[in-house]
């Protein structure tokens, strides 16, 4: 029901832009967010975004470097990734709550996208 997708290969200092559409229902009236996981580690926050777009919230390490935005006519959420670093790679997922507001918590997502891999080189 959510599909990510713009992972790829970028040089460090480099963006990308990662979307997630959803399929199958509506998720306009959804808390929304982005989480990745680097490899051996676990999954974690990075962004995440209100069902109107009016509250957005951000990981400290992307603070300043990412943007969270949406389009709730194309039920589609984005992540803008700007001045990349390598410690930024990971498989990216996008993830949506049953109710409007956001959080930053993994386990108040009940819907989960399959992931795309970002991979930055330095």
């Known amino acids: 029901q959510l599909q990510a997708s713009g992972g790829g290969l970028v040089q460090a200092g480099g963006s990308l832009r990662l979307s997630c559409a959803a399929s199958?229902?509506?998720?306009?009236?959804?808390?929304m967010g982005w989480f990745r996981q680097a490899p051996g580690k676990e999954r974690e926050f990075v962004a995440a975004i209100s069902w109107s777009g009016a509250s957005r919230y951000y990981a400290d390490s992307v603070k300043g470097r990412f943007t969270i935005s949406r389009d709730n006519a194309k039920n589609t959420v984005y992540l803008q990734m700007n001045s990349l670093k390598p410690e930024d790679t990971a498989v990216y997922y996008c993830a949506a709550r049953t109710v409007q507001a956001m959080d930053v918590r993994i386990q108040d997502y009940d819907y989960w996208g399959q992931g795309t891999l970002v991979t930055v080189s330095s």
């Open positions: 199958g229902r509506t998720f306009s009236r959804n808390g």
